[in-house]
């Protein structure tokens, strides 16, 4: 039992000693890739870097190199301790420096100098690829986890043009938005401001080259999420003028209401009280407009303002009946309308006239009276 258990300690023992050495991980130093950013298809593309092996190590893993540039062309020296010892090249996508190559002494400085160069793939839309990936390969063929890589966006040209087209459209369609907005004198200044920003974006995304087409890209999308929040700002505004102009209709009955509440004959008439009603659900429309405003529920809200305008509406034509109904009473004519008004007013006329004929009259009568008298002395 005992030597069972001893066995098992040095086994043990001895896998934490061989292991660690194995595993000890290489290190990527001085990568250089030109030219940076993005590439389009057919741009060759030149990398160089340095790999130091693990110090401290009798035994190495292989190294294998991967990359998805076409007509790849790799060129690489093993370095001990300073000492280049020869040139290997090499033209396949892969390429594996053998362990064997890599094994010194624990105490040798070992590192690997590798340039490579190629030329960007065709790609049928705008993705990354990698430009070179290194990885360590067991004495079984098994490529460690941890994995070694760079990698660049290239970009499908057509992609470039055709996303550049389609924020011009939107931007355009945008335009035409605000104009109509403006027309109906809505607020735009802030969507404006939104459509000038988008604008300078696409300007700007046209005018790049093509190794900045990443950053192309980037405006672009910035445009489109520029163009979508200036129709944000758009309808909110739109939102806030029909919200502003149901408004009118219950400050206008307002007026009539505090009218007919400050007359004796009418502040108790039930006719006054269903104005109020209107008026009360009117004003309960606006509150779940500005409710729906506030939530960025912009169509709630211009819903309900229309809720609020017609009922608002509704309570003022009523008050105006009302108060129409008010004058009927000391004026005979006024349900006539306008030609009752025409006509009330003829009448007033002709009363007036005829006193002032009177009174001309009895003038007359009073001044000759007065003249015989004087005669008579």
Same mark, same amino acid.
């Given at each position: 039992?005992?030597?069972?258990?001893?066995?098992?300690?040095?086994?043990?023992?001895?896998?934490?000693?061989?292991?660690?050495?194995?595993?000890?991980?290489?290190?990527?130093?001085?990568?250089?890739?030109?030219?940076?950013?993005?590439?389009?298809?057919?741009?060759?593309?030149?990398?160089?870097?340095?790999?130091?092996?693990?110090?401290?190590?009798?035994?190495?893993?292989?190294?294998?190199?991967?990359?998805?540039?076409?007509?790849?062309?790799?060129?690489?020296?093993?370095?001990?301790?300073?000492?280049?010892?020869?040139?290997?090249?090499?033209?396949? %996508?892969?390429?594996?420096?053998?362990?064997?190559?890599?094994?010194?002494?624990?105490?040798?400085?070992?590192?690997?100098?590798?340039?490579?160069?190629?030329?960007?793939?065709? *790609?049928?839309?705008?993705?990354?690829?990698?430009?070179?990936?290194?990885?360590?390969?067991?004495?079984?063929?098994?490529?460690?986890?941890?994995?070694?890589?760079?990698?660049?966006?290239?970009?499908?040209?057509?992609?470039?043009?055709?996303?550049?087209?389609?924020? %011009?459209?939107?931007?355009?369609?945008?335009?035409?938005?605000?104009?109509?907005?403006?027309?109906?004198?809505?607020?735009?200044?802030?969507?404006?401001?939104?459509?000038?920003?988008?604008?300078?974006?696409?300007?700007?995304?046209?005018?790049?080259?093509?190794?900045?087409?990443?950053?192309?890209?980037?405006?672009?999308?910035?445009?489109?999420?520029?163009?979508?929040?200036?129709?944000?700002?758009?309808?909110?505004?739109?939102?806030?003028?029909?919200?502003?102009?149901?408004?009118?209709?219950?400050?206008?009955?307002?007026?009539?209401?505090?009218?007919?509440?400050?007359?004796?004959?009418?502040?108790?008439?039930?006719?006054?009280?269903?104005?109020?009603? %209107?008026?009360?659900?009117? *004003?309960?429309?606006?509150?779940?407009?500005?409710?729906?405003?506030?939530?960025?529920?912009?169509?709630?809200?211009?819903?309900?303002?229309?809720?609020?305008?017609? %009922?608002?509406?509704?309570?003022?034509?009523?008050?105006?009946?009302?108060?129409?109904?008010?004058?009927?009473?000391?004026?005979?004519?006024?349900?006539?309308?306008?030609?009752?008004?025409?006509?009330?007013?003829?009448?007033?006329?002709?009363?007036?006239?005829?006193?002032?004929?009177?009174?001309?009259?009895?003038?007359?009568?009073?001044?000759?009276?007065?003249?015989?008298?004087?005669?008579?002395?």
């Amino acid at each position: 039992m005992m030597k069972g258990l001893t066995r098992l300690i040095w086994i043990a023992v001895l896998f934490l000693i061989i292991v660690p050495a194995a595993s000890l991980a290489y290190t990527v130093n001085s990568m250089q890739i030109s030219p940076s950013g993005s590439l389009t298809p057919g741009t060759t593309v030149d990398l160089s870097w340095k790999i130091q092996m693990p110090s401290g190590s009798t035994s190495a893993n292989s190294l294998q190199m991967y990359t998805q540039l076409e007509k790849p062309k790799w060129s690489y020296i093993i370095n001990v301790n300073g000492v280049a010892n020869g040139l290997t090249e090499a033209g396949t %996508k892969t390429v594996t420096i053998n362990s064997f190559l890599l094994t010194y002494k624990s105490a040798d400085d070992v590192s690997v100098t590798v340039t490579l160069e190629g030329t960007a793939p065709a *790609v049928t839309q705008t993705e990354n690829q990698t430009l070179i990936q290194i990885s360590d390969v067991d004495g079984n063929g098994h490529a460690s986890d941890t994995k070694y890589t760079q990698s660049v966006m290239v970009v499908n040209t057509n992609d470039v043009t055709t996303a550049i087209a389609n924020a %011009k459209s939107q931007l355009s369609q945008f335009r035409t938005e605000i104009d109509e907005k403006a027309a109906l004198d809505i607020d735009t200044s802030a969507a404006e401001a939104k459509y000038n920003e988008a604008q300078a974006k696409i300007t700007s995304a046209q005018s790049l080259p093509s190794t900045q087409y990443s950053d192309a890209l980037n405006n672009i999308n910035t445009a489109i999420s520029t163009i979508s929040d200036g129709g944000t700002l758009l309808d909110k505004a739109w939102a806030e003028k029909d919200i502003s102009e149901a408004q009118g209709p219950i400050n206008n009955v307002d007026s009539l209401i505090a009218y007919f509440q400050g007359n004796t004959s009418t502040s108790t008439d039930a006719r006054l009280s269903e104005i109020i009603t %209107k008026r009360e659900v009117a *004003v309960s429309y606006i509150s779940a407009a500005n409710d729906a405003l506030t939530n960025g529920n912009f169509a709630q809200a211009r819903a309900k303002a229309g809720d609020a305008y017609s %009922k608002g509406n509704e309570s003022y034509n009523d008050a105006l009946t009302f108060k129409a109904s008010i004058q009927a009473t000391w004026n005979p004519f006024a349900g006539l309308g306008s030609i009752g008004s025409i006509f009330s007013s003829s009448v007033i006329f002709i009363i007036v006239g005829v006193i002032a004929v009177v009174l001309i009259i009895v003038g007359i009568i009073i001044y000759r009276k007065r003249a015989r008298w004087d005669e008579l002395g």
